[in-house]
């Protein structure tokens, strides 16, 4: 679960989009002799100068442009004096992102002031390049009103694509303000439930090491010397076959931070190939599941608290580590 310091099959923006929508605009010049010999794109800002230079360079590779009658997708290729240069101004994906879409939302706990949901492994947080629609941003818009006025449609902490389980997100500006302090301040409690290649031990241990961007990747974390400082608890439940079946509790909450520890452990997550892990029990996903997640309600200070039973495909492989007597109160 990381806070903002910085999922099953879910519709395409497009499939919203009604027929009482207006056609995309289409604009069409003839270049001129001042821009002979101009890359595509650098005429295009001339055509539509609104519009930055890169979502025009969006258009261009989606083939919005034609250059007399012809589809021109290269933003270098070179123009000439009395060609002619239109182009479909098009909203990209990336534009369209943040448009509500009715997509299921599994809740346990809602009021006027917050919701508390399971979200699935797959399912995406939020809007970021190559996931542009079907996000669980997209379905907060969708839910509740309120959620277009808040920033992030509330949400205040977010759950990697392929991690399941618990989170929390705000309705209104002042549950939203409190849930960002508590989490900051860690008042918000996390557990989380994972399974690990090797064997970790049989007790109890902490990594308390700074993470901050993998220097030879920059789709990974890493503990690194300059990183954020993180601590995680873990809690081993079982070791068998060759795996552990483990609890683990936040008390930060970086990027990727509880599968950045254990690989950096040597024992990796099942299934995460970014760190890693290797497929085995059944798995094609990082095995990790947020399980407990409990908090003061940000307005009236009312303590809650929630348990996520695993997913069937990770309930199966805990139950071939931990056995069947291995329940949420281990």
């Given at each position: 679960?990381?806070?903002?310091?910085?999922?099953?099959?879910?519709?395409?923006?497009?499939?919203?989009?009604?027929?009482?929508?207006?056609?995309?605009?289409?604009?069409?010049?003839?270049?001129e002799?001042?821009?002979?010999?101009?890359?595509?794109?650098?005429?295009?800002?001339?055509?539509?100068?609104?519009?930055?230079?890169?979502?025009?360079?969006?258009?261009?590779?989606?083939?919005?442009?034609l250059?007399?009658?012809?589809?021109?997708?290269?933003a270098?290729?070179?123009?000439?004096?009395?060609?002619?240069?239109?182009?479909?101004?098009?909203?990209?994906?990336?534009?369209?992102?943040?448009?509500?879409?009715?997509?299921?939302?599994?809740?346990?706990?809602?009021?006027?002031?917050?919701?508390?949901?399971?979200?699935?492994?797959?399912?995406?947080?939020?809007?970021?390049?190559?996931?542009?629609?079907g996000?669980?941003?997209?379905?907060?818009?969708?839910?509740?009103?309120?959620?277009?006025a808040?920033?992030?449609?509330?949400?205040?902490?977010?759950?990697?694509?392929?991690?399941?389980?618990?989170?929390?997100?705000?309705?209104?500006?002042?549950?939203?303000?409190?849930?960002?302090?508590?989490?900051?301040?860690?008042?918000?409690?996390?557990?989380?439930?994972?399974?690990?290649?090797?064997?970790?031990?049989?007790?109890?241990?902490?990594?308390?090491?700074?993470?901050?961007?993998?220097?030879?990747?920059?789709?990974?974390?890493?503990?690194?010397?300059?990183?954020?400082?993180?601590?995680?608890?873990?809690r081993?439940?079982?070791?068998?076959?060759?795996?552990s079946?483990?609890?683990?509790?936040?008390?930060?909450?970086?990027?990727?931070?509880?599968?950045?520890?254990?690989?950096?452990?040597?024992?990796?997550?099942?299934?995460?190939?970014?760190?890693?892990?290797?497929?085995?029990?059944?798995?094609?996903?990082?095995?990790?599941?947020?399980?407990?997640?409990?908090?003061?309600?940000?307005?009236?200070?009312?303590?809650?608290?929630?348990?996520s039973?695993?997913?069937?495909?990770?309930?199966?492989?805990?139950?071939?580590?931990?056995?069947?007597?291995?329940?949420?109160?281990?």
């Open positions: 679960m990381d806070p903002l310091d910085a999922a099953g099959a879910a519709p395409n923006a497009d499939d919203d989009a009604g027929p009482e929508e207006a056609a995309p605009e289409t604009r069409e010049r003839v270049v002799a001042a821009w002979h010999g101009w890359r595509v794109d650098k005429v295009l800002v001339q055509i539509a100068p609104e519009f930055s230079r890169s979502h025009l360079q969006q258009l261009l590779a989606q083939g919005h442009a250059l007399d009658g012809r589809p021109v997708r290269a270098s290729k070179a123009v000439r004096a009395g060609q002619r240069l239109a182009v479909v101004l098009a909203p990209t994906a990336q534009a369209q992102a943040f448009r509500p879409q009715a997509i299921p939302l599994a809740i346990v706990f809602e009021d006027a002031h917050l919701l508390v949901l399971e979200k699935p492994a797959g399912l995406v947080v939020h809007p970021a390049p190559g996931n542009w629609s996000t669980l941003l997209n379905a907060l818009l969708a839910h509740h009103a309120g959620a277009a808040l920033p992030r449609a509330g949400i205040v902490h977010r759950l990697d694509k392929d991690t399941s389980g618990l989170m929390v997100a705000a309705k209104t500006p002042a549950a939203m303000n409190a849930l960002v302090q508590a989490i900051a301040a860690r008042g918000v409690q996390r557990e989380y439930q994972a399974i690990a290649h090797g064997d970790v031990g049989g007790g109890p241990f902490v990594v308390d090491a700074p993470i901050g961007r993998d220097p030879r990747s920059r789709v990974r974390m890493a503990v690194v010397a300059g990183g954020k400082p993180a601590r995680t608890d873990f081993p439940v079982a070791r068998r076959g060759g795996f079946a483990l609890w683990c509790r936040l008390h930060s909450g970086r990027t990727h931070q509880i599968r950045v520890h254990l690989a950096h452990r040597g024992h990796p997550l099942v299934a995460d190939a970014l760190y890693g892990g290797a497929p085995a029990l059944g798995l094609a996903r990082q095995a990790l599941h947020a399980a407990r997640l409990a908090l003061a309600h940000p307005i009236d200070g009312q303590p809650l608290a929630f348990a039973a695993l997913p069937d495909d990770l309930a199966r492989a805990w139950h071939e580590v931990a056995g069947r007597d291995a329940t949420m109160t281990d």
